[in-house]
């Protein structure tokens, strides 16, 4: 048997060095369809927003309507609960920051950053503590001190626009991404 | 080599004998005769769904068979996907606001009205196009006894789907052969097994008015409400077809790498 | 051969390894040195095609039952599900379902070629065995698999099959009743052929192992038959082998893949698109392509308890076929009466499997499947006995080759 040249050790290389990366390539892209079937499927990104009708809610009313699986907090603020909420001193808060994620992430947590339009509170609805779902406060059956909601796992209270006040909670109630198809509708996500 | 000739005899015996089976099945005036050869734009390795004929064929499908019809494993929001009819999502949204899906219980927990009639809410994307009939009992009562089957997969259900339901609905109004009994309550369709179909022939000529103009023969309806239906057993089609084709380019290109590195790794030891 | 290990851990974390489990030496001695007879042809590229075709029905089965539902209520519609709005679900269910039928080709194939080059006789005889073994698990475990999507064969299918216990005389009710969990195929059959459908892959895994194992001891056979006499006769699995396989399975990708993207549902029947019902039968009932040949045989005799045995009988009777033969010499290269002989049982084969996809009152110009599938079986046993022992003892070989490296004598 001959020995073979460098010419042939060479071309011998390229090949093995094609195959290997073919075969990389090969590997790849073989792996996507298996790691992308675990994201959320077309069912799950049809349900990824809800429309909400507002007609049906009254003045110092709320809904709670599910949206990605979570309770979606819908209220219709009075003036007084609007007036409580913009004489707060936001630097004295235990969250200065607004949690909307539809204006920039270091908004500060003013009454105004917290909403669209001031009579419509939206709120995901998950206590940013461990994620039970708050109990709203009522003239009635009063929750917490701060005329918001009061989460009976730990005892966070949150006030009239969703803040963070006393309580282990380290963030605001997160306003969710949201617009006004109309004045009597929104779609949230 | 020597055994060539007998394997090429016995394939050859095998092939006349089926042939001759299913002619001599067909003659008999019972069976159903095989479908029409009718061409469709999906068909072939580079196959597409034509989008026109996609639309109309969900306005056939929505205006006259979706009456007894379910589709139940297609989505609203399925109509704006890709490789599909090519609906915009508003489109799509408007379609489904006119469907009524029965509705989740009331404030008060009931599901029907007054009337006693099921309450309803428009359609949404993330809904499935719902049942023309509550149940399958139902279903039955209103099609003397028969049960209109769900149309999602029909295509891939019926061996050569869609001549065969192109056959189906472009089949009726023939004679029957001389002594054959059409059963009462059902209607004549050659291309059905039995002959004997319980469906009344539910396509005409201008069944629909096309929103593209297009002149709505009977032929023309079932042309494209097969390829409707064709779309709805198969959404991932356009898509698979068209990975097929990237997918097999580079494993050509694959085998010829790995070829030439066999065949330089052998060289020294032959 | 197995002969002692030429491995010599070279970096730090290789000595740590292999002082605690030597893994590395294991890869090294059966996949990179191993001594692997140099004429190998490409009949031979099947075995590692089959390891393959494991893996990837594995993989692709765990990432369907993240999204599967084994209720017989929602099964169907699940299966719907993954084809329509699972992320390539499409793409992962093809690939499983036309999976299975490359499996079954390429055992087909392995099979065949062990049986043309006599790589079941001594010493290999086990290997052969848990050869039919891993056969048998996969049969068990693609008819499981095929009840899952709970259409119309699926149903149907199952129901035959399980019916094939009830022809066991006393107990057979009992066993069949047991099997379902009910008083007929449903959903508490469905739950457990899902569990059993998960569980036997990875049984099959494990008796490929031991397959392998007991493959490493004496060594590959090869298609002269004879044994490796020296080094020369043999080279390295790795490169050459590992190239050689890797090869010939793209080739089989590209074949694989002509069936997943363009004709996905040809091994499948229109009927399983329809959802299962109870209460009507289809009108033909067929197993996957696959199984048609002991369809065939089991239709062929009018007795329902000797159909099921004789069923039972023609894949167990494999495993005796390292003592059937009685030849002294191993391939079929220098037998050249067994050489035909395996041609016709290949082609019964493929007959038997024809016989099996038709309805039971069919008939080729005028005679009965019935009766050739009947004269088909009548080949099918008989190729095993008498056949396999008579041409072993009145067979004249043609002479055999010195060695693998000098094939042609007086060289």
Same mark, same amino acid.
């Given at each position: 048997?001959?020995?073979?040249?460098?010419?042939?050790?060479?071309?011998?290389?390229?090949?093995?060095?094609?195959?290997?990366?073919?075969?990389?390539?090969?590997?790849?892209?073989?792996?996507?369809?298996?790691?992308?079937?675990?994201?959320?499927?077309?069912?799950?990104?049809?349900?990824?927003?809800?429309?909400?009708?507002?007609?049906?809610?009254?003045?110092?009313?709320?809904?709670?309507?599910?949206?990605?699986?979570?309770?979606?907090?819908?209220?219709?603020?009075?003036?007084?609960?609007?007036? %409580?909420? =913009?004489?707060?001193?936001?630097?004295?808060?235990?969250?200065?920051?607004?949690?909307?994620?539809?204006?920039?992430?270091?908004?500060?947590?003013?009454?105004?950053?917290?909403?669209?339009?001031?009579?419509?509170?939206?709120?995901?609805?998950?206590?940013?503590?461990?994620?039970?779902?708050?109990?709203?406060?009522?003239?009635?059956?009063?929750?917490?001190?701060?005329?918001?909601?009061?989460?009976?796992?730990?005892?966070?209270?949150?006030?009239?626009?969703?803040?963070?006040?006393?309580?282990?909670?380290?963030?605001?109630? %997160?306003?969710?991404?949201?617009?006004?198809?109309?004045?009597?509708?929104? =779609?949230?996500? | 080599?020597?055994?060539?000739?007998?394997?090429?005899?016995?394939?050859?015996?095998?092939?006349?004998?089926?042939?001759?089976?299913?002619?001599?099945?067909?003659?008999?005036?019972?069976?159903?005769?095989?479908?029409?050869?009718?061409?469709?734009?999906?068909?072939?390795?580079?196959?597409?769904?034509?989008?026109?004929?996609?639309?109309?064929?969900?306005?056939?499908?929505? &205006?006259?068979?979706?009456?007894?019809?379910?589709?139940?494993?297609?989505?609203?929001?399925?109509?704006?996907?890709?490789?599909?009819?090519?609906?915009?999502?508003?489109?799509?949204?408007?379609?489904?606001?006119?469907? $009524?899906?029965?509705?989740?219980?009331?404030?008060?927990?009931?599901?029907?009205?007054?009337?006693?009639?099921?309450?309803?809410?428009?359609?949404?994307?993330?809904?499935?196009?719902?049942? /023309?009939?509550?149940?399958?009992?139902?279903?039955?009562?209103?099609?003397?006894?028969?049960?209109?089957?769900?149309?999602?997969?029909?295509?891939?259900?019926?061996?050569?789907?869609?001549?065969?339901?192109?056959?189906?609905?472009?089949?009726?109004?023939?004679?029957? /052969?001389?002594?054959?009994?059409?059963?009462?309550?059902?209607?004549?369709?050659?291309?059905?097994?039995?002959?004997?179909?319980?469906?009344?022939?539910?396509?005409?000529?201008?069944?629909?008015?096309?929103?593209?103009?297009?002149?709505?023969?009977? &032929?023309?309806?079932?042309?494209?409400?097969?390829?409707?239906?064709?779309?709805?057993?198969?959404?991932?089609? &356009?898509?698979?077809?068209?990975?097929?084709?990237?997918?097999?380019?580079?494993?050509?290109?694959?085998?010829?790498?790995?070829?030439?590195?066999?065949? $330089?790794?052998?060289?020294?030891?032959? | 051969?197995?002969?002692?290990?030429?491995?010599?851990?070279?970096?730090?974390?290789?000595?740590?390894?292999?002082?605690?489990?030597?893994?590395?030496?294991?890869?090294?001695?059966?996949?990179?040195?191993?001594?692997?007879?140099?004429?190998?042809?490409?009949?031979?590229?099947?075995?590692?095609?089959?390891?393959?075709?494991?893996?990837? *029905?594995?993989?692709?089965? @765990?990432?369907?039952?993240?999204?599967?539902?084994?209720?017989?209520?929602?099964?169907?519609?699940?299966?719907?599900?993954?084809?329509?709005?699972?992320?390539?679900?499409?793409? #992962?269910?093809?690939?499983?379902?036309? !999976?299975?039928?490359?499996?079954?080709?390429?055992?087909?194939?392995?099979?065949?070629?062990?049986?043309?080059?006599?790589?079941?006789?001594?010493?290999?005889?086990?290997?052969? @065995?848990?050869?039919?073994?891993?056969?048998?698990?996969?049969?068990?475990?693609?008819?499981?698999?095929?009840?899952?999507?709970?259409?119309?064969?699926?149903?149907?299918?199952?129901?035959?099959?399980?019916?094939?216990?009830?022809?066991?005389?006393?107990?057979?009710?009992? @066993?069949?009743?047991?099997?379902?969990?009910?008083?007929?195929?449903?959903?508490?059959?469905?739950?457990?052929?899902?569990?059993?459908?998960?569980?036997?892959?990875?049984?099959?895994?494990?008796?490929?192992?031991?397959? #392998?194992?007991?493959?490493?001891?004496?060594?590959?056979?090869?298609?002269?038959?004879?044994?490796?006499?020296?080094? *020369?006769?043999?080279?390295?699995?790795?490169?050459?082998?590992?190239?050689?396989?890797?090869?010939?399975?793209?080739?089989?990708?590209?074949?694989?893949?002509?069936?997943?993207?363009?004709?996905?549902?040809?091994?499948?029947?229109?009927?399983?698109?329809?959802?299962?019902?109870?209460?009507?039968?289809?009108?033909? #009932?067929?197993?996957?392509?696959?199984?048609?040949?002991?369809?065939?045989?089991?239709?062929?005799?009018?007795?329902?308890?000797?159909?099921?045995?004789?069923?039972?009988?023609?894949?167990?009777?494999?495993?005796? @076929?390292?003592?059937?033969?009685?030849?002294?010499?191993?391939?079929?290269?220098?037998?050249?009466?067994?050489?035909?002989?395996?041609?016709?049982?290949?082609?019964?084969?493929?007959?038997? !499997?024809?016989?099996?996809? *038709?309805?039971?009152?069919?008939?080729?110009?005028?005679?009965?499947?019935?009766? #050739?599938?009947?004269?088909?079986?009548?080949?099918?046993?008989?190729?095993?006995?008498?056949?396999?022992?008579?041409?072993?003892?009145?067979?004249?070989?043609?002479?055999?080759?010195?060695?693998?490296?000098?094939?042609?004598?007086?060289?």
């Amino acid at each position: 048997m001959t020995a073979a040249t460098a010419d042939d050790a060479t071309r011998r290389d390229f090949l093995y060095v094609a195959s290997g990366a073919m075969g990389a390539v090969g590997v790849a892209a073989v792996a996507w369809p298996f790691i992308d079937q675990m994201n959320p499927s077309s069912a799950a990104l049809a349900l990824s927003s809800v429309e909400v009708p507002l007609d049906s809610i009254q003045v110092g009313q709320g809904i709670t309507v599910k949206w990605r699986g979570q309770p979606l907090f819908v209220r219709r603020r009075t003036p007084a609960e609007i007036a %409580e909420s =913009k004489a707060v001193d936001v630097a004295a808060l235990p969250d200065p920051l607004a949690r909307n994620l539809n204006i920039a992430d270091t908004a500060p947590a003013t009454d105004a950053d917290r909403v669209i339009k001031p009579e419509w509170l939206v709120l995901k609805g998950v206590c940013t503590h461990l994620g039970c779902t708050p109990t709203i406060s009522t003239p009635a059956a009063p929750e917490g001190e701060y005329g918001g909601w009061l989460c009976h796992c730990h005892g966070s209270q949150y006030d009239t626009a969703g803040r963070i006040r006393k309580g282990p909670a380290p963030q605001n109630l %997160e306003v969710p991404p949201y617009a006004f198809l109309s004045d009597t509708r929104i =779609k949230v996500g | 080599m020597k055994h060539f000739p007998l394997r090429l005899a016995l394939g050859l015996s095998l092939a006349f004998g089926v042939s001759t089976a299913a002619l001599a099945q067909a003659a008999d005036n019972s069976h159903r005769l095989p479908p029409k050869k009718e061409e469709f734009s999906f068909e072939g390795p580079f196959g597409t769904y034509d989008r026109g004929a996609l639309q109309r064929g969900f306005q056939v499908y929505k &205006e006259v068979c979706g009456a007894c019809h379910a589709l139940q494993h297609v989505a609203f929001h399925n109509l704006a996907e890709r490789g599909g009819p090519g609906f915009t999502e508003a489109q799509a949204k408007g379609i489904a606001a006119g469907y $009524k899906i029965p509705a989740e219980p009331n404030d008060k927990g009931e599901t029907t009205d007054d009337k006693g009639e099921r309450l309803t809410r428009p359609g949404i994307l993330a809904d499935y196009f719902p049942s /023309p009939f509550p149940n399958e009992n139902a279903a039955r009562a209103n099609n003397g006894g028969a049960l209109p089957p769900d149309l999602s997969m029909i295509i891939k259900a019926r061996e050569a789907g869609p001549n065969y339901v192109y056959s189906i609905l472009t089949g009726f109004h023939q004679t029957p /052969p001389h002594g054959f009994a059409v059963t009462k309550d059902k209607y004549y369709n050659p291309y059905f097994e039995g002959r004997n179909i319980g469906m009344p022939p539910p396509l005409q000529a201008n069944s629909v008015t096309y929103n593209d103009g297009t002149k709505a023969t009977v &032929e023309q309806e079932a042309h494209d409400v097969v390829t409707f239906l064709a779309w709805a057993s198969e959404p991932k089609m &356009e898509e698979r077809k068209q990975m097929g084709f990237s997918v097999l380019i580079f494993l050509i290109a694959f085998a010829g790498v790995l070829f030439a590195a066999k065949k $330089k790794l052998w060289a020294d030891v032959h | 051969m197995s002969g002692p290990s030429t491995y010599t851990p070279k970096s730090g974390i290789e000595k740590w390894l292999d002082q605690r489990l030597p893994l590395p030496r294991l890869m090294h001695d059966t996949i990179h040195t191993f001594p692997t007879p140099k004429n190998l042809n490409w009949w031979y590229v099947f075995g590692g095609i089959l390891t393959f075709c494991l893996v990837t *029905q594995i993989v692709t089965g @765990i990432v369907l039952a993240m999204h599967y539902k084994p209720d017989a209520t929602l099964a169907f519609g699940s299966v719907e599900k993954i084809m329509r709005e699972v992320n390539y679900g499409w793409l #992962i269910r093809y690939i499983h379902a036309n !999976g299975a039928s490359m499996f079954f080709l390429a055992v087909y194939i392995h099979m065949f070629r062990g049986l043309y080059y006599g790589s079941y006789k001594a010493p290999r005889e086990l290997i052969w @065995i848990i050869g039919v073994l891993i056969y048998v698990l996969m049969t068990a475990t693609a008819f499981f698999g095929y009840v899952l999507p709970w259409g119309q064969m699926s149903f149907w299918g199952a129901t035959v099959i399980t019916n094939f216990f009830t022809a066991i005389p006393l107990i057979g009710t009992h @066993i069949a009743t047991w099997l379902w969990g009910d008083f007929a195929v449903g959903d508490a059959t469905l739950n457990r052929f899902f569990s059993l459908h998960y569980l036997l892959p990875f049984v099959i895994a494990g008796v490929v192992g031991l397959h #392998i194992w007991a493959l490493h001891v004496p060594g590959n056979n090869n298609p002269l038959g004879i044994d490796v006499k020296s080094p *020369q006769d043999t080279v390295p699995f790795h490169p050459y082998y590992t190239v050689k396989d890797a090869f010939g399975l793209v080739v089989f990708l590209i074949f694989f893949a002509l069936f997943v993207f363009y004709a996905p549902e040809f091994f499948g029947n229109p009927d399983n698109a329809i959802e299962a019902n109870p209460l009507v039968t289809p009108p033909e #009932i067929v197993p996957e392509w696959y199984l048609l040949p002991f369809y065939a045989i089991l239709r062929s005799i009018p007795n329902k308890l000797l159909g099921v045995i004789a069923l039972g009988a023609a894949i167990l009777i494999l495993a005796f @076929i390292p003592w059937l033969d009685t030849s002294r010499v191993r391939s079929c290269r220098f037998r050249p009466t067994m050489k035909w002989l395996f041609w016709f049982f290949a082609i019964d084969c493929v007959i038997l !499997g024809y016989c099996g996809s *038709q309805p039971v009152d069919a008939a080729i110009a005028g005679i009965s499947l019935v009766w #050739i599938a009947r004269a088909g079986a009548l080949y099918y046993f008989g190729f095993f006995f008498p056949i396999m022992p008579l041409v072993g003892i009145f067979e004249t070989p043609k002479p055999l080759p010195a060695s693998i490296s000098q094939p042609v004598l007086g060289e």
